[in-house]
């Protein structure tokens, strides 16, 4: 697999081939090998996308890829602290971070939807709010890395190293999903990477604020999701 690079003209068939067999071929490789292949494959057409709980992948993506792209969705619904992480890890570290909006403010949107339509509907203001700027903004790239990790959630278990997002039609790397909260808690240590405060004030997992809640003991890290629903995703990764 090494010495595959992509062009303009790779098929979605062949991607689709290229991530399956680099699922296979990378699930013991290291996140940053992981990371390598991707940089070395994909070049300028592979970012990162992160929530700014944590920068531990955009860190990674760095030492791979220095100046990559990383990808952050401002719902409007953030906590500012989520929105001072954006800030800081654009300010001290070697990735360029884009930040996307949706196409309607949260005022627009209430104004067409009715307030509060995350009490009332919270799939579709996820998607308008966070699905739909994705798509728009991932049409440069034929790539995409995440944070998911496999222990999160049993929704995010069977998470493959690099897959294929059949909906957005683009190989899909989660460098980190077999790490634990213990590994990420170490390359934080070990590396000094900015992480969101909320992490020290409860919440294991940070989206937006009036979604998210902190962790009780004993409770998953995205317990704290849209607590009392069934919802457990906002559709980035179904």
Known sequence: MTGTRITRDTTADELKALAEQAGRELEDASAL??????????GERFCVTSSMEDAVVAHLASRALPGVDVVFLDTG??????IGTRDAVDAVMDVNVITLTPRQTVEE?????????HERDPDLCCALRKVKPLEEGLTAYAAWATGLRR?????????PVVGWDEKRGKVKVSPIARWTQDDV??????HGVLTNPL????YASVGCAPCTRRVEDGEDARAGRWAGRAKTECGLHA
Request: aromatic share 14%; hydrophobic share 35%.
């Open 33 to 42: 090998e992981i990371l390598q292949w991707a940089a070395g494959t994909f």
């Open 77 to 82: 619904y953030h906590f500012p602290e989520t």
């Open 109 to 117: 949107q209430d104004a067409e939807y009715g307030a509060k339509l």
């Open 151 to 159: 222990d999160e959630s049993p929704t995010r278990a069977n998470t």
């Open 185 to 190: 808690d170490a390359y934080v240590l070990e």
């Open 199 to 202: 992490l020290m004030d409860g």
